[in-house]
């Protein structure tokens, strides 16, 4: 079993600034990929950002450019340094670590932290 606890989450205003973190419980090492998603209100939960073992990322369109995902093995914990913030990143923010072993897919998912941009 994997916990994720995520962290940073707030009230900022249009074009601010915030850096989540989601602490793992254990070493994320060895995961295949760690990521952050989103749920707005009243929509369905959407990928944000990814990181795999070997640093590979990956980013939604709509935030490219904006938001950085990063990994600090040594600490066991992933970030997502969200910049130039908009009204439509407002939503709670998930982290999730993913680990393949033998042929099943094993998913975590922590609780979430709100993010809520005002214009």
């Known amino acids: 079993q994997l916990q994720l606890v995520e962290s940073g989450g707030g009230l900022v205003q249009a074009g601010g600034s915030l850096k989540l973190s989601c602490a793992a419980s254990?070493?994320?090492?060895?995961?295949?990929?760690m990521g952050w998603y989103r749920q707005g209100s009243e929509k369905q939960r959407e990928l944000v950002a990814t990181i795999s073992s070997s640093g590979a990322t990956n980013y939604a369109d709509s935030v490219k450019g904006r938001l950085t995902i990063a990994i600090a093995n040594a600490n066991n914990t992933v970030y997502l340094q969200m910049n130039s913030l908009r009204p439509e990143d407002t939503a709670v923010y998930y982290c999730?670590?993913?680990?393949?072993?033998?042929?099943?897919?094993?998913?975590?998912w922590g609780q979430g932290t709100q993010v809520t941009v005002s214009s």
């Open positions: 254990r070493s994320i090492f060895n995961y295949n990929a």
């Open positions: 999730k670590g993913s680990i393949v072993l033998g042929n099943r897919v094993y998913d975590y």
